[in-house]
């Protein structure tokens, strides 16, 4: 039951990890899943571009990639690699702070872990509303 922060390729701190941490099970648990590793990823554009490249071949720039490592329904055991310089830009472009859109594309890349799409328009819309959701009751 183990939700991990890491680093590739760059140097960048993760604020109010417990917080952050205990939010996520929420949004896991209210869903009716079973944690049993989520491993968040922090990396730069040119390493997701890599990724995005070898893994969904797709030669574009990102702010997350979500691998869903469950081998059992309900439960969630994944990776979520996130661009910390798309939400750089991101954030910027849309006037947030840094740590607003990072928590957002968190619990974005959790909410594909527990079968959340964003393929469609509906979908994109349902999963802005969800993200919006769980954005409003985290208490930082």
């Known amino acids: 039951m183990a939700i991990n922060f890491f680093t590739e390729n760059i140097s960048y701190n993760i604020k109010n990890k417990l917080i952050l941490k205990k939010w996520l099970k929420q949004v896991i648990s209210s869903h009716h899943y079973i944690l049993n590793e989520l491993n968040i990823i922090l990396c730069s554009d040119d390493y997701l571009h890599e990724m995005n490249l070898k893994y969904l071949n797709h030669d574009t720039l990102t702010d997350v990639i979500t691998f869903d490592n469950?081998?059992?329904p309900q439960q969630v055991e994944g990776d979520?690699?996130?661009s910390i310089d798309r939400i750089r830009d991101n954030a910027?472009?849309?006037s947030l702070l840094?740590?607003?859109e990072l928590h957002r594309v968190m619990?974005?890349?959790t909410l594909h872990?527990?079968?959340?799409k964003?393929?469609?328009?509906?979908?994109?819309e349902n999963m802005r509303k969800m993200e919006n959701h769980w954005l409003e009751k985290l208490e930082i």
Request: glycine share 8%.
């Open 70 to 72: 469950a081998e059992m």
């Open 80 to 82: 979520i690699f996130i």
């Open 92 to 94: 910027q472009s849309l």
């Open 98 to 100: 840094t740590e607003t």
């Open 107 to 109: 619990v974005h890349g």
């Open 113 to 116: 872990l527990l079968g959340f």
């Open 118 to 124: 964003d393929k469609t328009a509906q979908d994109k």
